[in-house]
T-cell receptor, first 114, second 115 residues
Framework: DQQVKQNSPSLSVQEGRISILNCDYT??????FLWYKKYPAEGPTFLIS?????DKNEDGRFTVFLNKSAKHLSLHIVPSQPGDSAVYFC?????????????FGQGTRLTINP | DAGVIQSPRHEVTEMGQEVTLRCKPI?????LFWYRQTMMRGLELLIY????????DSGMPEDRFSAKMPNASFSTLKIQPSEPRDSAVYFC?????????????FGPGTRLTVL
C-alpha cells in the first residue's frame, strides 16, 4: 500500500525551462510534506517543505504547491539548471500518526539537458 | 561539522551471513532513523529512536532485522541471517530533537549486496 506515489520515474527538461515534479498521496491525515534531492552515492538532502495550512511555499528557484482536495503536490524548479539533475523524493508525515515518521515516494529522476 | 557517518559504505556478503551496519548521528541530534532504499519501494522507514529509545519499529521487515542504539552517538542495524532480497541501500538519518517536522539529515548510505 503505497501512501505516497510519484508516478513518473523519470523526467527530462531543457536547461532554463521549468521542471515540474508531481506527487500524489492517499492518507488524508498527512499534514506536512517535504521534498528531498538525492545525488548518486550520497544521501538525500532536504530541499523544501510545506504545511497543510498553506498551498504554496517558495524558496528561490524552488516552489512547492499543495492541493489538498486532490491530495496532490508538485515541485516547480525554474529556471532549471544542470546541477538540478538528481533524483527527487516526495515525503509526507502526519502529526497524529507519529510526526517524525516520513513516508517517501519512489522518486523521480530529473535530467536537465544543456 | 561532520554529517551523519555510516560504515561500511559497501558490503558484499553471502546468503546466511550476519551483516552489521553502523551509524553515527550528528552530535546533538536526539532522533535517529534507519531507512532502506530499493528500486521497487523507494525509501522505506525501518525504525526510529528518540533519545536512544526505539519508538516505532513497524517498518522492520521481519525478525531477521534488529537495531540498537546503545548511546547517543552510535546505532547498529543487524541482519541475521541475510538473504539476497535484503540487497539494498540502507540509510541512517538524524534530526535535532523529538519535535515534529524537523528536517532529517541523511548519511551517505551503505550499499548491501547479498549473494
Amino acid at each position: 500500500d503505497q501512501q505516497v506515489k510519484q508516478n513518473s520515474p523519470s523526467l527530462s527538461v531543457q536547461e532554463g525551462r521549468i521542471s515540474i515534479l508531481n506527487c500524489d498521496y492517499t492518507n488524508s491525515m498527512f499534514d506536512y510534506f517535504l521534498w528531498y534531492k538525492k545525488y548518486p552515492a550520497e544521501g538525500p538532502t532536504f530541499l523544501i517543505s510545506i504545511s497543510s495550512i498553506k498551498d504554496k511555499n517558495e524558496d528561490g528557484r524552488f516552489t512547492v504547491f499543495l492541493n489538498k482536495s486532490a491530495k496532490h503536490l508538485s515541485l516547480h524548479i525554474v529556471p532549471s539548471q544542470p546541477g538540478d539533475s538528481a533524483v527527487y523524493f516526495c515525503a509526507a508525515s502526519a502529526r497524529n500518526q507519529g510526526a517524525q515518521k516520513l513516508v517517501f515516494g519512489q522518486g523521480t529522476r530529473l535530467t536537465i539537458n544543456p | 561539522d561532520a554529517g551523519v557517518i555510516q560504515s561500511p559504505r559497501h558490503e558484499v556478503t553471502e546468503m546466511g551471513q550476519e551483516v552489521t551496519l553502523r551509524c553515527k548521528p550528528i552530535s546533538g541530534h536526539n532522533s535517529l532513523f534507519w531507512y532502506r532504499q530499493t528500486m521497487m519501494r523507494g525509501l522505506e522507514l525501518l525504525i526510529y529512536f528518540n533519545n536512544n529509545v526505539p519508538i516505532d519499529d513497524s517498518g522492520m521487515p521481519e525478525d531477521r532485522f534488529s537495531a540498537k542504539m546503545p548511546n547517543a552517538s552510535f546505532s547498529t542495524l543487524k541482519i541475521q541471517p541475510s538473504e539476497p532480497r535484503d540487497s539494498a541501500v540502507y540509510f541512517c538519518a538524524s534530526n535535532p530533537s523529538g519535535r515534529s517536522y524537523n528536517e532529517q539529515f541523511f548519511g551517505p548510505g551503505t550499499r548491501l549486496t547479498v549473494l
